[in-house]
């Protein structure tokens, strides 16, 4: 039997495997090009095939990138989504070697990956655009305030190349010109997006909303639209297709203007035209991001299309699928491991479980599994949580229980967060816009009742840490959190009829507290070194056995354990089993965020373990050392 073409997939994670899935189904062999740590990844695995592309970076080098598809022999390279599958100079390198491109020619990609040349696209097609400067650079600082002044407050600082929500800078008012034209050229720079700016008026409580195309260099088809207004620092998080609340006239001009944009950038493949809408339901062009995106999903599971399979379609063929009325509403969430509670901070490292529901409606494009790393060197994205239902309540309230119920430990991640947009009421009666996200918060807080009693069923099912258990009256147990988080609660273990019944304690007396099944489904509990790693949708927790040690200097608490207060790796060692330490004194030391992080002895006391060594790469509140105290290590 023959084999059929080979595909290479230049990207890594979840998307890597999703594109292989299809590419496999239509008789593709998919083989994945990769950077070193990602060898061993789960996308290594799902495809199958691996060709190396070199050391942490080399991903988004088109030359390497061009090497490995050839030394795999590769017929078709795919980029998937990010800044190389928006790179002209990676299509242009794929043409010259005779490998077919899953993607738009160099012109388009030049023109799509310059916005001011985008707008003027736009102009030609007589599709709206905003009020706008010219482009301006580093060194144009006297036209700055001007060019602000001419377009009137509030408005937008863009960098003119590159996307993904880099180098956009908001701008109120007149004093703020310089700094934010110089914060989205700094960060423009970090992304290799270009030195040029350009001035942009500002749609106050806008929507994002963006129509999906596909094209054959010449003529165009929208494929739906999508909803994409929960962003958080211009970076979208939850999106839903269709866009909802929209009058059917604002539909039909969008797609039209879509169409019209699709044909003016000359695309070849599957590409999306974003918008914004005012108040008024006015249309807005923003940009087109002549590729696949993150939030594809949405727009396959209302429409029944496989975009991926359009792609590679539009390869061999100038036939363009036909469109189709969306079915019922979907919406997808973006699950990173980052902390919410800590500014957002990313949050690499192992994850220990991982374990995703089964529910109706329920799509998981995921680029992990237990066991493997999250690596500090990309985008944190861990997967899509996707759901499908026949309205948009009754999605959010099945993505609610979807997210509800995963079970992950060993990295923190944004699920509370997600959690908290799905319940704002903004969101819930559509209300929101691109704003919105920003104010959403959520604050740490120690374990509720469910947490808690889910610990001590599993220390009941271990049959350790809480015994001995009492032939009459409860046994009762206690548990802490870190010395930051300053709680304990109590558990009693009670002999019934049937067994044991575990109580939690509530202030006035101990309750039986199960808590509600999709919080109690959705807990997972890691045994670790001295106690538990415990995450839930509200968040993620160390628990450790006993009481709090009380220093009565300060009336502070610890329980002698220093923890690592994010990710990060151990620079020095200073601390020795069995040595006398007084409080204060540097026990170890390490560096996060570029950020150098002294561990210092709580309290007076000995040295009961070291838990780590220099250069090992630590994860968020994982054991370094552990002090008794003075007293403790006197008897």
Known sequence: MSLGPILAIANRGEIAARIARTARALGWQPVALLGDPDLESYAARAIGRVERIGPAGSELEPALVVAAALRAGATALHPGYGFLSERADLSQACKDAGIAFVGPSPETLTICGDKVATREAARHADVPILAASEPLT?????????????????????????????????????DDVESAIESALREAGASAAGTRVYLEKLVSGARHVEVQIAGNGQDSVALGDRDCSIQRRHQKAIEEAPAFGLSDDTRAALHQYAVKMGSAVGLRGV???????????????????????VEHTVTEEVTGIDLVAIQLHLLSSDDLPEPTVPRGHAIQARLYAESAVRGFTPSPGKITLLDWPSLPGLRVDA??????????????LVAKVIVHAPDRAAAIKRLQEALARVRIAGIDTNRPWLR???????????AHDVQTANDVTVQEAPPGDAEIAAVGLRVRSDGSSAGPFRVVGDAIHVLHGNEADGWQRRIAYRRTADGWQVLVDEGEGFADANGDAAVRAGIAIVETGGGWDVSSVRGRWQVSNGPLIQRAESGAASDGVLRAPMPGTVVAVHATAGAVVKQGDALAVMVAMKIEI????????????????????VSSRQPLVTVRPAEASDN
């Open 420 to 430: 908290a947009v799905l319940n704002d009421e903004r969101f819930r009666t559509m």
């Open 138 to 174: 580093f060194d144009d600082r006297a036209a700055w305030d001007a060019a602000a002044r001419e377009i009137g407050f509030p408005l937008m600082a863009k960098v003119v190349s590159g996307g993904g929500g880099r180098g956009l800078r908001v701008i109120q008012h007149a």
């Open 367 to 380: 680029g992990y599994e237990a066991g493997d790393s999250v690596p500090s060197f990309y985008d944190s």
């Open 598 to 617: 002294v561990l210092a002895a709580p309290f007076d006391g000995v040295i009961e373990r070291v838990h780590c060594a220099v250069n090992d790469l």
């Open 271 to 293: 590409g999306t035209v974003e918008f914004l809408l005012g108040s008024d339901d006015t249309p807005v062009f923003i940009e087109v991001n002549p590729r696949l995106q």
